[in-house]
């Protein structure tokens, strides 16, 4: 296997957007569009990846500073084509040792195995390959020329015939170059065309007239699709989330009404987990099998432990962490805490900053109070406790193991293990007196009535 390195082109300005967030940090399943194609060239495994960006983009620049593995940046001064931009990346290339993919940074849904089909190619014969497609409506793309057979130029949309405008085969975005040969065509790059750019499409003339071998890969449309503006990004998404079910079914995983399901690109659902319908998965959720995550929950940064069963309607936010068996209700929240093998809660609560034992019961309405206005207190339940409904914990609070807090309680104070804690007032019966109240009630009632009329 041959070494490759990627150049993506990230310079564009991504005016149809309309956003001051720059285009390629839009995201496709809660992950930047660059980071998807930054990872489909990690996974095909690119010896070294480049980026070019835009001047003046300081959110791009952060963004690739604070990814884990370094990326060589290079900047495109002036925007001039794609031609030009893949030259503002001359020193990655230039001593020509490895063969190269040049990739559009808003085109996230590139995949490993499109470009091992390109180095495969590179591989063989070719000197350049030219990753095509048939788009149900190719307007905008460069039209693939084709002569016996044979790759003869890339014609851009707005420099195309009539005749050539009805070509179906077009420019999908990722081209590669076997070793030494992008410095050899770049240089020849003129921008004698209708946009007056430097276009990196017309190599495949250059590389043509040089006698050099072109060759087409003829690929999904889907991998193609590119995003100019908030429609095609709601496009890709929806493609994206296709394929994340797909995956998801495939690896033995029930969806109750799949379409409704939203997932985050690092999702992980065990096999024999079962989804409801209306379920939305934030970053950062794990699932291990034999859970079910009942209708019209949302999670994000949460543990589902071994059999746990989650909603109808359960909130899980950051740092929740279910075992095994557990199961937590409808209209309950849950952040920042951990709760142990076999605990419920099963209704109308809100945890936070916690930890629950195992065993434990959590009555109706429970709230843990773990905010006074300035900071955050934790609080913790020891194993097979039982806390009444309605009851406020208020944090910082240690309830010990076995422990029983009396219904409708207010608790501030820290309960040893095996107590009985009631945190009320205690209720006194006046015997007639509600009768009484009534009747007094009524009269006042009457009275006021009589004086409007
Ligand atoms: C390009 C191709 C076209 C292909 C289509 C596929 C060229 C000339 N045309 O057209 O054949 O069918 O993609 O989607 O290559 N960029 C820069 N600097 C620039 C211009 C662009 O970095 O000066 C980057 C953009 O950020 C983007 C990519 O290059 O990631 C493609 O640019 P874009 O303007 O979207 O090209 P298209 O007109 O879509
Ligand atoms: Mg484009």
Known sequence: MSSVDIIV???????????????VLHSVGGLPMLEHVL????????ERTAVVIGPNVPKVESFLKQRPVPIDTFVQTERLGTGHATMAAADFFADGHNANIVLFGDTPLIR???LERIRSLLEADADLVVQGFEPEDPTGYGRLLVEDGQLTA???????????????????????????????????????????????????????????????????????AGINSRAQLAAVEAIFQQRMRQQ??????TLMAPETVHFCYDTKLDADVTVEPNVVFGPKVSVRSGAVIRAFSHLEGAIIGEGAIIGPYARLRPGTDLGANTKVGNFVEIKGAT????????????????????????GAGTVTCNYDGFGKH???IGAHSFIGSGSLLVAPLDVGSNAYIATGSVIT???????????????????????????????AKQKAMETKK
Do not use: W
């Open 154 to 224: 890339i014609r851009e949309e707005k420099d195309a015939t009539d005749a050539e405008r009805k070509i179906g085969l077009c420019n999908a975005g990722a081209m590669g170059f076997g070793p030494g040969i992008l410095n050899k065509l770049l240089n020849s790059l003129t921008n004698k065309n209708a946009q007056g750019e430097y276009y990196l499409t017309d190599c495949v003339e250059l590389a043509c007239a040089q006698g050099l071998t072109v060759r087409v890969v003829k690929g999904d449309a889907a991998d193609a």
């Open 39 to 46: 990872r489909a060239a990690q996974a095909f495994g690119a």
């Open 339 to 362: 709760v142990e093998e076999g605990s419920k809660i099963n209704h109308l609560s809100y945890v936070g900053d916690a930890h629950i034992g195992a065993g434990v019961n959590i």
């Open 9 to 23: 082109l990230a310079a564009g300005e991504g005016t149809r957007m309309k956003s001051a967030t720059p285009k």
């Open 112 to 114: 490993p195995q499109t």
């Open 413 to 443: 104070e820290n309960v040893p293990s095996d107590a009985l804690a009631f945190g009320r007032a205690r209720q006194t019966n006046k015997a007639g007196r509600g009768a009484e109240l009534k009747d007094r009630l009524r009269a």
């Open 248 to 253: 998801a079914m495939a690896d033995g995983v």
């Open 378 to 380: 934790r609080t913790t």
